[in-house]
């Protein structure tokens, strides 16, 4: 699970599978239609974690395997953006998470 | 004084002053990127494929390199080999293996036109002389030209190397990716409707038709560093790209902005600046190129051309119930076509409970895609306005009111997920609705008129901007953003309104990039919105720079001075003059030096665009020749900083719109070769083929914006093509499925639909 460089950075001396959020938050995390397949056909999943990053951890301990297709060398791969809360994030995996936060993975958006 | 979105008046922002760039523009001095000429200068031309699919088996420079006045040949073996994955450049996400693949064919060539090899000479005569000396020996593959062959079971492939999540790791394919955006249950939802709609289209590839040609002068210092001077969309955007294909580092390259003839979203990525670089490292000297027409056709990003299969389903009182779309978009010969923003942007403009969206980006032997205002938009809006278009006929509702109906709102979920926030969907129909044009009658035999509307998002990114205060109470504004479409200007006033100055006290600059904090591309309608906000704060922090100073003079705390109007006074000021910046300015040095205002951004709380256009038009009974009469065209721009340049904008977009709708298209013959290489074959609308456009710019300020600013660059090009499609099926009874909906196709259609016709007639005789 490559989010765990990024991950061990937030909470030193912790491996990936041991990582934990440290305030326990409850966010809801919208799981892209083509990655229901990995959460049992779930759309909507409880997740803990105060960032994106934690969000993503919690996400593939309850669904291993999943972070590999948001993460890519501890960050958000660079086709995705994330929306939290109805807002595009500019942080990446460090994207604030709140309490009762609705997070959505979607394909990042350019323009002419 | 104009009037404002938040309740407060404004001196500048909303009035129309002369663009600070506009006497060198008109009088010729302005210096666009083939302007620029430096001693010893060589002149590189590119060698490009004569064919559309082919493995290069070899190349041999031997006598083109003898030639006198050749000084260095380049192919993709004097460029490193990257990583063949996604990756972060700039704003972009990309795979700079196939970007550096694009910019010199590695191994085989994707499409006519594909640069293959690059020299550089004494004169562009000695560089033409050599390209034709330069022997290349191909093997001519089968190309796949249409997505919908590429994607069929034994398609020709292009990339050997392609996959995908679905297919797996063993097999070979053109399909680069798949998307699928679903709420509800789609099926569900068509079980409730009493009408469905189920449509194909077609819309052909086009390219933006920027006046100006790509160019660059690259030159290549001893010491490692290098400049580019390029006609670009963005600076940063060229330095990160350049460095990366180039493999040194960014902050060793310093890129510098020409005038900018047009971009639209082409001139946001690299072809000629990374060769300009390297034949300038291999001859010590600048090297210039300069990109033909043809070229500029063959070889640049158009956008995709694409299939679409659009299903709506409504209820009889004209409730949209289910909606579900099938996207392929032609990627050219990399991947990377805008399906995904295609995909998401085809149902938001209503609030439909069960929706499913699949999309796939697909490689043919094409040019690889550009941006082009409002990325996949358009296409996506083609097939789905007709839908709504049909399923209002239906349902007996006139066009615009069944869009009311349905419209989305603040608080709707997006096609993505997330809802809207403050939105203007409803207003800019409402604005149609009760316009002069929408109540008038529309007389005449053969004449229509057709209404749809268009979402885009628009984005944020990062922008940096710098103030500088001169002795004499002018100010420079500082900024990384190209100017196109009159941004200077806008990024003016709202320095003017900031610190109480006049317009013509403020020059705007843009800078280059070692002069600047980094500043995404101008693109994505962002530049107003996102370079604005950090203007608007580089003058915040003058303003509080400036009270310091009078705090100094009149031996009070910064903080019991006050700023207002224009003019700084004390909180308290019993007998004392209260003070400009012009006459702050000249005391600065002797109250502790000069003062510059800073500002950085990453910026969020971008507001998405809509627009709704409403167009009259008469359709020639024997020709097909369709005659624009009338357009208008209302949009939600948020706050208008500088009107006259966001009318612009929105009747430029709707020009554009309106040309993909009406004539243009790429012509291929059977081998995959590129037919109308030129504009009098690629038939752009001029000012002979439209009437004035009028505009009715609808104002609901983004939230969280200091000045509700919202883009407005891009989605004025996207309801065009349906709203043509609407007013012609009332011309002539026609609904047309495929763009560009030129006359020989219409015309085919309305034959088709006569000789159906008077069928129908002799069965009942």
Known sequence: MRVSSRISTINPGRTSAEVRPLVLQMATVVIPALLRKLTDGKERVTVAGRNVGQVVADLNRQFPGISENLIEDGEIKPSIAVSVDGEMGTGGVLEPVGESSEVFFIPAIGGG | MAASTNGTEYKIIGTRPIRHDGVDKVTGRAKYGADYTFPGMLFGKVLRSPHAHAVIKSINTDKARALPGVKAIVTS??????????????????????????????????????????????????????????????????????????????????????????????????????????????????????YIIEREFKTAMVHQGYIEPHNAVGIYNADGHATIYCSTQGTFVVRSLTAAVLGISEGKIKVVPAEIGGGFGG????????????????TGAPVKLTMTRAEVLRATGPTSGSTIRCKMGATKDGMLVAGQCWLAYEAGAFPGSPVGAGAMTILSPYNIPNILVDAYDVVVNRPKTAAYRAPGASNAAMASETVVDELAEKCGLDPIEFRLKNASHDGTPQTVGPPFKKIGMIETLEAIKNSEHYKSKLTGPNRGRGVASGFWFNVGLQSSATINVHTDGTVSVVIGSVDIGGTRAAQAMIAAEVLGVDINDVRPVVADTDSIGHTDVTGGSRTCFATGWAVYEAAQDIVRQLKERAAKLWEKKPEEVVFANGMLSPASGNGVKPMSLKELAPRLARTGGPIVGRATINARGVGPAFATTLVDLEVDPDTAKVQILRVTVAQDVGKAIHPAY????????????????????????????????????????????????????????TPGHPLGVRGVGEVPIVPPPAAVANAIYRATGVRMLELPMSPPRLLKAMLKKRAASDSQAAAAD
């Open chain 2, 77 to 194: 073996a004097d460029l490193p080999k990257l990583a063949d994955k996604m990756e972060a450049a700039g704003e972009q996400a990309i795979n700079l293996n196939h970007l550096s693949m694009n910019i010199l064919a590695r191994g085989k060539v994707l499409y006519d036109g594909h640069a293959v090899a690059a020299v550089a000479a004494t004169s562009g005569h000695i560089a033409d002389e050599a390209l034709r000396l330069i022997e290349v020996e191909y093997e001519v593959l089968p190309p796949v030209m249409l997505v919908d062959d590429a994607m069929k079971p034994g398609a020709p492939i292009l990339l050997d190397s392609l996959r995908n999540k679905e297919d797996g790791p063993d097999q070979q394919t053109n399909v680069a990716a798949h998307m699928q955006f679903k709420r509800g249950d789609v099926n569900e939802g068509f079980k409730q409707a009493d």
């Open chain 2, 267 to 282: 001139k946001t990525t690299v072809y000629l600046e990374p060769l300009s670089v390297l034949l300038s490292k291999l």
């Open chain 2, 646 to 701: 966001v009318e612009g904008q929105m009747q430029g977009g709707t020009a554009q719109g309106i040309g993909w709708a009406l004539n243009e298209e790429y012509f291929y013959d059977d081998k995959g070769i590129l037919r109308n290489t030129g504009l009098l074959d690629y038939r752009m609308p001029t000012c002979l083929d439209l009437p004035a456009m009028e505009t009715i710019m609808v104002e609901v300020p």
